[in-house]
T-cell receptor, first 111, second 111 residues
Framework: AQSVAQPEDQVNVAEGNPLTVKCTYSVSGNPYLFWYVQYPNRGLQFLLKYITGDNLVKGSYGFEAEFNKSQTSFHLKKPSALVSDSALYFCAGYNFNKFYFGSGTKLNVKP | DSGVTQTPKHLITATGQRVTLRCSPRSGDLSVYWYQQSLDQGLQFLIQYYNGEERAKGNILERFSAQQFPDLHSELNLSSLELGDSALYFC??????????FGPGTRLTVL
């Protein structure tokens, strides 16, 4: 079965430190990969996507993601976390007209 | 603001009832997706429409149905409602770039 996994329900990081939110995928072919962020009581907002090319993808709000085909991973990263980055993050894969979302990771950035 | 609108914002109803959720996609987007987000099951893809035709189906119950109209707005119909149907229902739209833009959601409470 096709799926996207986010192994951590929650990630805690101090403001100013680098952050990583993990994602692995099991989607056939060469899927498109996405990261979305959800703030409380809001819809999901697009952060970035990988289709092909450079394995490091830069997105909104200083976020970037690293695609690793051999490890089937697409981890979200930011060099210096902000308190305002605290939110729920979703990884998603897309192929053959279907989207597969991970279960979400809650990021807590503490001052 | 993503450009995707959903109405109503909140809906409270009783078990056994039927409700209709409405979504207007971003201008020019032909694809509409519906998702259910509940606390225990994360974000579940329900169904996708493209230019009026059903394109992909996810974990949509038989009690649920959807359609996309010629003006591209979409409606999600939920019938014989159960307590477990209480959730946030999101609509998203996309153009050919496959990036989805999410609406603010409809919070359904079934009492």
């Amino acid at each position: 079965a096709q799926s996207v996994a986010q192994p951590e329900d929650q990630v805690n990081v101090a403001e100013g430190n680098p952050l990583t939110v993990k994602c692995t995928y099991s989607v056939s072919g060469n899927p498109y990969l996405f990261w979305y962020v959800q703030y409380p009581n809001r819809g999901l907002q697009f952060l970035l996507k990988y289709i092909t090319g450079d394995n490091l993808v830069k997105g909104s709000y200083g976020f970037e993601a690293e695609f690793n085909k051999s490890q089937t991973s697409f981890h979200l990263k930011k060099p210096s976390a902000l308190v305002s980055d605290s939110a729920l993050y979703f990884c998603a894969g897309y192929n053959f007209n279907k989207f597969y979302f991970g279960s979400g990771t809650k990021l807590n950035v503490k001052p | 603001d993503s450009g995707v609108t959903q109405t109503p914002k909140h809906l409270i109803t009783a078990t056994g009832q039927r409700v209709t959720l409405r979504c207007s996609p971003r201008s020019g987007d032909l694809s509409v997706y519906w998702y259910q987000q509940s606390l225990d099951q994360g974000l579940q893809f329900l169904i996708q429409y493209y230019n009026g035709e059903e394109r992909a189906k996810g974990n949509i119950l038989e009690r649920f149905s959807a359609q996309q109209f010629p003006d591209l707005h979409s409606e999600l119909n939920l019938s014989s409602l159960e307590l477990g149907d209480s959730a946030l229902y999101f609509c998203a739209s996309s153009s050919s770039t496959d990036t989805q833009y999410f609406g603010p959601g409809t919070r359904l409470t079934v009492l």
